[in-house]
Structure formats: C-alpha cells, structure tokens
C-alpha cells in the first residue's frame, strides 16, 4: 500500500518523546525475539526466562489502546506507520527498515534480516520477502504524496535469499489513470533474488486529485 507515511516518525517533536521511550523497549524485545530462534540454553532457564516475560506482559497489559496504532496516530494528515511490520518504530517483528524515496517515484533500503526471519535453511522467508517489496513499493509509489492500495503484486524468485545484508529498490514505470505500475527487485550478495511487477490503484475517495483527471469508463474499471 502507498500512504502518505511520516518520513521520519522520530523526528516529529510531538513524536520525539515516545519515541524515547518505545524504540529502546521495541529493539529489546526485538532482540528478545532473536535469542528465542537462537538461545540453547537449558530448561530451568526457559522457564525463569518466560516467568520474566509473563511478568512484563501483565505490566504492559495495564492500559490498552481501543484502536490500532495506525488508526489512532497521525501528524497532520499523514499516518503514523509505528505498528506497521516492516517499518514500525513499535514493532518488534519488523528489521525494521529505513526507506529513502525521492519524488520522482524511486525507493530503496539497505538492511538486514536475521534468523528469525528464516524460510528455507539460511535463506529468508518467501513471504517475507514479498512483505518487504509490497512495502517498499508502496514508499516509490507515495513518494509524491499519491495514496494507493497494492492491486496486482507478481512476484519471481531468481534464487534463494540469503539471511544477513540486503537491499530492496523499487520504482514507478508508469502511470495510466488511476493505475500505477511499479517494479522492484531484492538484491543479496550475487544479484537480484527476487523481481517483482505490481500495480497500484488509486482508492475512489482520492481521484479528484489526480491531476490528468479520469473519464467516467476509467473510474468504473475498478474496484479500487
């Protein structure tokens, strides 16, 4: 999906203060979610460990929120994207990734993706890697402030994605009415491992804004 995101969440000063204290937190448990893919130590020792956690979870359970992160969070009139699984300041099981977009409708991220993201021995999930390139198309894709939802997503997987250093890059090809069409590609160590062709449509409620404008058969030619 291509939303207009808060390009840098912690930079906000409204934001500033509880990013203070929830990304430190988010990165623990993040590591949390490592050692649990990865510790070898004994019984005794899982069992205090989950102890510790039961314990947290009834601290942190003491006040909810009544909607979802995204839901409740804005600045102004863009989304404040903290719960969202590849990017979010608040999310444990995101990397998570830094985005750089520019307006011309390109996107791209150096990151990395450790055991607990493993598919296949060593290699990444597929469907992680379809996560992230959704995600990343979506950041080329709102780069000039276009909302838009993923209607079509194709996938080719070249080759098995290798855990540790990667980089995502995604870009707009063309647009035609109130569809976009974008690409993107993984790249690991030896090259692309998957390649991706997607098309975006832009919801109803945000044609007017298109600037080429859109005739009435357009507009019923989809479901967006």
Same mark, same amino acid.
């Given at each position: 999906?291509?939303?207009?995101? $808060? ?21 623990? $448990? ?22 510790? /956690? ?5 601290? &942190?359970? !003491? ?11 804005? /600045? ?6 903290? +719960?969202?699984?590849?990017? %979010? ?24 993706? #450790?055991?607990?993201?493993? %598919? @296949? @021995? #060593?290699?990444?999930? *597929? ?9 990343? &198309? %979506?950041?080329? $894709? +709102?780069?000039?402030?276009? @909302? ?11 080759? #098995?994605? @290798? ?13 035609? *009415?109130? !569809? ?6 993984? &790249?690991?160590?030896? %090259? ?27 507009? #019923?030619?989809?479901?967006?």
């Amino acid at each position: 999906m291509a939303w207009p995101y $808060v390009a840098d969440d912690t930079s906000d000063p409204l934001l500033a203060a509880d990013a203070e204290v929830w990304q430190p937190f988010t990165d623990a $448990v993040r590591e949390l979610v490592d050692a649990c893919v990865q510790s070898d130590v004994d019984a005794d020792d899982v069992r205090a460990a989950q102890a510790d /956690v039961e314990a947290a979870l009834a601290r &942190l359970g !003491k006040a909810r929120l009544s909607t979802t992160l995204g839901q409740s969070g804005t /600045v102004g009139s863009r989304r404040r994207a903290w +719960g969202n699984p590849v990017i %979010g300041v608040r999310n444990p099981i995101a990397p998570p990734l830094h985005v750089d977009s520019d307006p011309a409708g390109r996107a791209w991220s150096d990151f990395h993706l #450790g055991p607990a993201y493993e %598919g @296949p @021995p #060593g290699l990444v999930h *597929g469907g992680v890697v379809s996560l992230i390139i959704d995600q990343v &198309l %979506g950041h080329a $894709v +709102g780069a000039g402030r276009q @909302p838009a939802m993923t209607g079509t997503l194709t996938i080719r997987y070249e080759r #098995g994605t @290798p855990l540790g250093d990667l980089r995502v890059e995604a870009w707009v090809e063309r647009r035609e *009415g109130v !569809k976009i069409h974008a690409g993107a590609h993984v &790249l690991g160590p030896d %090259g692309p491992t998957a390649v991706a062709e997607a098309v975006f449509i832009v919801p109803r409620r945000f044609r007017d804004q298109l600037s080429d404008g859109i005739g009435a058969a357009d507009q #019923g030619s989809t479901q967006g």
